[in-house]
């Protein structure tokens, strides 16, 4: 199951658009299964994506929200939306895909998993 908030799902949608597009495009360029079989490819992918997601991240949580006033004591209250994906902001999920895109190529190119 997938909890997001607002445009949170855009935390998936990015980096997984971005890999369909390049793995669909270095294919083309190089031949049948480079992307997949590349130790490189898809990680710079993955991390390239991430530069998106975390701008996009802050643009949208950035936002000033609607304040509202309490007529019975005059207190202020601001609605804002926030875009969440398992309850980080978009913006944070940026770092977590560049992890996983590390995790990738040190695994693709032999330092563990031998």
Known sequence: MIVWKGWGLLAL???????????????????????????????????LSSVLLYFMGIKLNNKP?????DPENNEQIELKTRHT????????????????SIWMYVANIGLIYQ
């Not at 890999?19 to 991390?47: C, H, Q, R, T």
């Not at 929200?65 to 006033?69: A, D, K, M, S």
């Not at 994906?85 to 996983?100: H, K, L, R, S, T």
């Open 85 to 100: 994906m398992f309850w980080i902001p978009i913006q944070y999920w940026a770092f977590i895909v560049v992890g996983i």
């Open 65 to 69: 929200g609607r304040i509202l006033i």
């Open 13 to 47: 949608i990015i980096p997984l658009f971005f890999s369909l597009l390049a793995g669909s495009v270095f294919d083309a360029i190089y031949g049948e299964s480079f992307y997949k079989n590349s130790e490189w490819a898809m990680p710079m992918i993955l991390s």
